[in-house]
């Protein structure tokens, strides 16, 4: 395959249009793919601003999320300004992390509210099923919560590192 600079963004490889080598030697129905380039240079405050939107999420922890719908507002309104730049995939980073992260975080927490009424259910009409049954759907629920704020804090560790030594993220 022929690979430029890395980038989040393909388009055709007009320069070699034959198919790409599919498994065992024979041809794939999908045409290769080519990178864009991300030549285009960067300015410290771009990175500093990025700094900043990695250091609310993390602060975010410590103030029981309150401060995680910041960072998520201010990569969108700077996500264009580094279009087709390696800091792009930066902004793009942390968007998915935080809609990724809300996603699961609320089927977490709908699974720990419905257990918790189970359980109240439950034990209003001595029902030993029914809390058994509530107790483990609470359980995965908090489990997935746990998951999602451990995975969430490595998205943020790692981006930070990439960003750090002025690397693209993946």
Request: hydrophobic residues 45%.
């Amino acid at each position: 395959m022929n690979l430029e600079k890395p980038t989040d963004s393909h388009t055709p490889d007009t320069a070699n249009p034959q198919f790409g080598s599919g498994a065992n030697g024979y041809p794939s129905a999908l045409p290769q793919y080519t990178q864009l380039s991300q030549n285009l240079p960067v300015t410290q405050s771009q990175v500093s601003y990025n700094h900043i939107t990695y250091a609310l999420a993390l602060f975010s922890y410590f103030t029981a999320g309150l401060t995680w719908i910041i960072p998520i507002v201010m990569n969108y309104l700077k996500r264009d300004e580094a279009r087709n730049t390696w800091l792009y995939s930066h902004f793009d980073w942390q968007i998915k992390t935080f809609w990724y992260s809300i996603f699961f975080w609320v089927i977490g927490f709908v699974m720990v509210i419905f257990a918790t009424g189970g359980l109240f259910f439950g034990a209003a009409v001595d029902s030993n099923h029914t809390m058994g049954g509530s107790f483990i759907v609470g359980a995965l629920g908090g489990l997935i919560i746990v998951a999602t704020l451990l995975w969430h804090l490595y998205r943020i560790i790692r981006g930070w590192i990439a960003l750090s030594n002025g690397r693209a993220v993946p």
